[in-house]
Nanobody
Framework: VQLVESVGGLVQSGDSLRLSCIFSGRTFRGYGMGWFRQAPGKEREFVAR???????YYGPSVKGRFAISRDNAKNTVTLQMNGLKPEDTARYYC??????????????????WGQGTQVTVSS
């Protein structure tokens, strides 16, 4: 499995940004997909997950502002980020989960990871 995130960017506080992740190598529709992020000096943090059944989960710091979706025809998962804040600045990683064990917020749940893409939000 290969995961390739779209390029992030530098935005201002309050702006919106959309990240995409293209999945290849296996049958996409059978995988749960997640987004995590890591800021300098901090641990990797769960952002959002969408299951094969399109059930979604969000981390508390992004709930209500971010939305995850998937397009099985395009093998793509998207993270729509609205109302961005400086504290959202981080490297964002796409991840794929071949067998869901219920721990959607843990890194160990996911088998494959992208290289990450930088999102910087200025105040």
């Amino acid at each position: 499995v290969q995961l390739v995130e779209s390029v992030g960017g530098l935005v201002q506080s309050g702006d919106s940004l959309r990240l995409s992740c293209i999945f290849s190598g296996r049958t996409f529709r059978g995988y749960g997909m997640g987004w995590f992020r890591q800021a300098p000096g901090k641990e990797r943090e769960f952002v959002a997950r969408i299951g094969p059944d399109s059930r979604t989960y969000y981390g508390p710091s992004v709930k209500g502002r971010f939305a995850i979706s998937r397009d099985n025809a395009k093998n793509t998962v998207t993270l729509q980020m609205n109302g961005l804040k400086p504290e959202d600045t981080a490297r964002y990683y796409c991840a794929a989960d071949s067998r869901y064990d219920g721990n959607y917020y843990l890194e160990v749940e996911y088998d494959y990871w992208g290289q990450g893409t930088q999102v910087t939000v200025s105040s």
